[in-house]
């Protein structure tokens, strides 16, 4: 069912509206993706840092 618009430009606006919403969410998305690679990358590094000290302390 088509829907009729009685304001001008009302369409277009709600078009741009949801293409705001679309964006913000797909930057939040990236944003917690980012922070979550981060996060394992950090902890990566902890780990070889953690096996470096414990070859070297056993040595």
Request: aromatic share 4%; glycine share 2%; no cysteine.
């Amino acid at each position: 069912m088509a829907l009729v618009y009685s304001i001008p430009n009302q369409r277009d606006a709600e078009t741009l509206a949801i293409r705001r919403v679309i964006r913000a969410s797909n930057a939040e998305h990236i944003a917690r993706r980012r922070a979550r690679d981060e996060a394992e990358r950090q902890a990566a590094t902890l780990r070889h840092v953690e096996r470096a000290f414990t070859i070297v302390g056993s040595a």
